[in-house]
């Protein structure tokens, strides 16, 4: 029966020609130089034979293996709207330590670390979700960036993302330009916002005065004008001959406010 042992490479000849080793019998060192005899067979017999001797073989740690799970690119947020982050990190070591960052031009303005002591990390219950503040960001363009610990090495994981001032609109794609004296006409397009829309008012203005108007108070966040009250509600084949105005106007519960307005005809 043979059995395998790690010594030193210098006390190789020494043990070699002064030792005749028993069974069960075994010594392990390593040289000042922390060159290592990577194999030497001991016998029942008393003799040593060497496998293999290599210079400069170190015992080490396995190096960690990290994975950012399931995070979303970001694209577009509205202004001053709560933001959940997601997705996840798993690791074949303990994460000794997780931070979140968010970058304006490459220079942190929010962040925060803490300490999981675990191998996985749910991104969205973790303290770096609450303490990153997505609604306090003014419009512009940002970078959101994750930084892992573990096993003396740093992984990291980055997100670019926008933050839109344009939280509502009303977009408009058909509206009149030149009309017929008594021809109907069908207002189309969407009023949108990232809130709750609390009011849409339609008027169609001439010289400064109001000839017709119509309010609706919705309790969604997006309204089809064509299949809506204002269009309606709002007569252009009641107007006579002249030149007039078309006005939408959109208000959100946050107070965001956005406005179209076209120039048109009736001949």
């Known amino acids: 029966m043979k059995r395998i042992f790690n010594v030193a490479a210098s006390l190789f000849l020494s043990l070699a ?13 390593r040289t000042a130089d922390a060159s290592y005899l990577n194999s030497v067979e001991f016998s029942t017999e008393g003799k040593v034979e060497l496998s293999e001797i290599k210079s400069g073989v170190y015992a080490t ?3 960690p293996v990290l994975t950012f799970n399931y995070v979303p690119d ?3 947020l509205p202004y001053g709207r709560v933001y959940n982050l997601s997705g996840g990190i798993t690791c074949t070591q303990i994460i000794t330590t997780f931070k979140g960052e968010i970058l304006k031009n490459g220079s942190a303005i929010q962040e925060h670390s803490y300490y999981p002591g675990t191998s996985s ?9 609450y303490k990153l ?7 512009g363009s940002y970078v959101l960036r994750y930084t892992a610990v573990s096993g003396g090495k740093t992984f990291t994981c980055s997100r670019s993302f926008k933050i839109s001032s344009d939280t ?12 017929n004296k008594g021809s109907a006409f069908n207002i189309e397009g969407t009023v949108s916002s990232y809130y709750k829309l609390t009011s849409i008012n339609g008027r169609i203005w001439s010289n400064g005065t109001i000839i017709q108007m119509k309010s609706i108070f919705p309790t969604t966040s997006s309204v089809d004008l064509k299949s809506s009250d204002i269009n309606m509600e709002l007569h252009f084949g009641t ?5 007039y105005t078309l006005e939408i106007t959109a208000f959100d519960e946050k107070g965001y406010t956005d406005t179209f307005e076209k120039d048109f005809t009736v001949k």
């Open 133 to 139: 503040s997505f609604g306090k960001l003014a419009p």
């Open 121 to 129: 990390i749910n991104i969205k219950t973790s303290p770096v979700n």
């Open 74 to 76: 970001m694209g577009t």
């Open 168 to 179: 509502i609109k009303v977009n408009v794609t058909k509206a009149p330009s030149s009309i």
């Open 61 to 63: 740690a396995a190096t």
């Open 17 to 29: 020609m002064l030792l005749a080793p028993t069974a069960g019998s075994y010594a392990s060192a």
């Open 239 to 243: 107007l006579p001959k002249g030149k």
